[in-house]
T-cell receptor
Framework: NAGVTQTPKFQVLKTGQSMTLQCAQD?????MSWYRQDPGMGLRLIHY???????DQGEVPNGYNVSRSTTEDFPLRLLSAAPSQTSVYFC???????????FGQGTRLTVV | QQQVKQSPQSLIVQKGGIPIINCAYE??????FPWYQQFPGKGPALLIA?????SEKKEGRFTISFNKSAKQFSLHIMDSQPGDSATYFC????????????FGQGTRLTINP
């Protein structure tokens, strides 16, 4: 099992560019989430999904878009990158009903 | 708003010491409280978790203490080792039908040899 796979690992964008961060899991988890990690801020929830076709906003959704067409994939789209979106992004998945969340290795994004 | 507050932000302990990391939560509906450990360049990984029906849980050298009335919980690491140096996050969620896992700000722990 690969677990949760995120691509790319590193990315540099120019202000105003758009891109998609990919996340795929092979554990058949219904719940998937995107977090961003910034120094002193912990992990903040951007968007989450409780199943294919169902998404909702987290704590910091502005500037990001998601969709979930399959159980396995949950891409995160940056519509028009801004320097404030420089961060490390983590995708996580888990079964319904709480318990352990499995995280990917992260994508380090720099917007210049 | 920060639903889970974690302290300290950083902590340095000598090998063999007992680092203690504290968290406080606001939402009384939370009933699942995990701790995650993160090494540089890696994603967080579950370390230990507790539900509010017990006041303490031990797994190896790691112990969670839980105070429901104070809405606080803490992580203790017994006989700490340099390999325990990492960032630790507390978190909280509602166990039933829980979609959101809310994290604290994180504590960077350094264990000196």
């Amino acid at each position: 099992n690969a677990g949760v796979t995120q691509t790319p690992k590193f990315q540099v964008l120019k202000t105003g560019q758009s891109m998609t961060l990919q996340c795929a899991q092979d554990m058949n988890h219904e719940y998937m989430s995107w977090y961003r990690q910034d120094p002193g801020m912990g992990l903040r929830l951007i968007h989450y999904s409780v199943g294919a076709g169902i998404t909702d906003q987290g704590e910091v959704p502005n500037g990001y878009n998601v969709s979930r067409s399959t159980t396995e994939d949950f891409p995160l789209r940056l519509l028009s990158a801004a320097p404030s979106q420089t961060s490390v992004y983590f995708c996580a998945s888990r079964y319904p009903g709480g318990t352990e969340a499995f995280f990917g290795q992260g994508t380090r994004l720099t917007v210049v | 708003q920060q639903q889970v507050k974690q302290s300290p932000q950083s902590l340095i302990v000598q090998k063999g010491g007992i680092p203690i990391i504290n968290c406080a939560y606001e939402n009384t509906a939370f009933d699942y409280f995990p701790w995650y450990q993160q090494f540089p360049g890696k994603g967080p990984a579950l370390l230990i978790a507790i539900r509010p029906d017990v006041s303490e849980k031990k797994e190896g050298r790691f112990t969670i203490s839980f105070n429901k009335s104070a809405k606080q919980f803490s992580l203790h690491i017994m006989d700490s080792q340099p390999g325990d140096s990492a960032t630790y996050f507390c978190a909280a969620s509602k166990a039933q039908g829980a979609q959101k896992l809310v994290f604290g700000q994180g504590t960077r722990l350094t264990i000196n040899p």
